[in-house]
């Protein structure tokens, strides 16, 4: 459960322009289908791209359901369960995966904690909280939206319910494309395909069993307690440099030795945080184009072995590291190889910046 697909994908895009608005059907409740008293009150909907992305965002963010969900990569399905309580302004959300050692990840508004097994591990809190970064690509996304052509269709059904669908092509070979089912009722989001170049779905999330409305009440969000508290390093990939926890005396946020000397149009830099420790000292950069995210971790080499370009594949992510010189650079993303290669290459100690500009 590297990353919560649908929730970083779809709350993303909720401040797209609207095209011309397009009526698609009308809104007739299905059998075993329960309508709220906002959802009868128009018998036809406008739909466009702009308004159906942002009742998306809205009805994330302050309506209460509970999502089964099933998760294709790499040739597995995972299951997985992901409930959100919107109570007095307070948000809750727990996304569980069902399978194997438990995993889960619960956030409380602006708090939000990993649990493996029986470790909990503090994941971020105040201004690095799911909602503030949500909001932060809210306004990448506006500024960004003509790196997609958005194509609307529809109806169609997923988990029993009339939904329909948003494709999003990039206008470049850089990044990958996706598609979403919205519910057409609630306007959840209810499958979420990432699509390579090739028109070839590489990744996918779909629900097969919404219940809005569901009995629930903070309690069900509670932490668990005599959990052993990691307050050590937290492990973003085998394969990856070791992320430090947010112990605020071995990590700088906002700062960071190296800078990005190339990137695909739209991307901006939007979180940065460095170690302070001996035994891993490296740099954590995240830019995002308001629907695509990028890590760029980068570490300082005692050694100047080079190291021959690793590609592996995490469903739709790329991994692609790579070490030269005196840094090692590793690069995560729904990008290309080309891409990554590039954007690892042009990695430069800031300090060279600042040098060149004085």
């Known amino acids: 459960m590297s990353k919560l697909t649908i929730t970083s994908l779809v709350i993303h895009l909720s401040l797209l322009c609207a095209a011309e608005p397009v009526v698609l059907w009308a809104a007739e409740p299905e059998h075993n289908q329960t309508s709220t008293a906002s959802e009868k009150t128009s018998k036809s909907i406008q739909l466009n791209p702009g308004s159906m992305l942002s009742r998306m965002g809205n009805a994330m963010l302050d309506s209460n359901y509970r999502l089964s969900l099933v998760y294709l990569h790499d040739g597995r399905v995972d299951s997985l369960r992901w409930n959100h309580l919107y109570e007095e302004g307070n948000r809750f959300d727990k996304l569980e995966n069902l399978q194997g050692v438990r995993r889960e ?3 409380h508004n602006s708090d939000t904690y990993l649990i493996m097994d029986n470790d909990l591990i503090h994941l971020s809190s105040n201004d690095d909280s799911p909602v503030v970064r949500w909001q932060r690509q809210l306004s990448l996304l506006a500024k960004n939206q003509k790196q997609y052509k958005i194509l609307l269709s529809g109806p169609s ?50 629900t097969v069993e919404l219940h809005l409305e569901g009995d629930m009440s903070a309690a069900d969000f509670d932490i668990p307690k005599n959990m052993n508290l990691r307050e050590n390093v937290f492990e973003f990939n085998s394969q990856l440099p070791v992320q430090a926890s947010l112990d605020k005396s071995q990590i700088n946020v906002n700062k960071s030795s190296w800078t990005v000397g190339w990137l695909p149009v739209g991307f901006e830099l939007t979180e940065s945080m460095k170690t302070n420790r001996d035994a891993s000292k490296y740099s954590h950069l995240i830019f995002n184009d308001g629907m695509t995210t990028l890590s760029v971790f980068v570490e300082k080499m005692t050694n100047s ?40 290459r042009s990695v430069i100690p800031a300090t060279d910046i600042a040098t060149a500009q004085e």
């Open 105 to 107: 990840v619960i956030s």
């Open 157 to 206: 059904r997923i988990a029993g319910r009339r939904s329909y669908q948003l494709l999003f092509v990039p206008n470049d070979g850089e990044r990958l494309g996706s598609r979403i089912w919205v519910d057409f009722l609630s306007g959840l989001p209810l499958s979420v395909d990432t699509i390579d170049n090739n028109g070839r779905v590489v990744e996918q999330m779909m």
């Open 305 to 344: 072995e080079p190291m021959e370009p690793r590609t592996e594949y995490r469903g739709g992510t790329l991994i692609y590291d790579i070490a030269w010189q005196d840094k090692r650079v590793t690069v995560v993303g729904s990008i290309t190889t080309p891409v990554a290669d590039k954007i690892a």
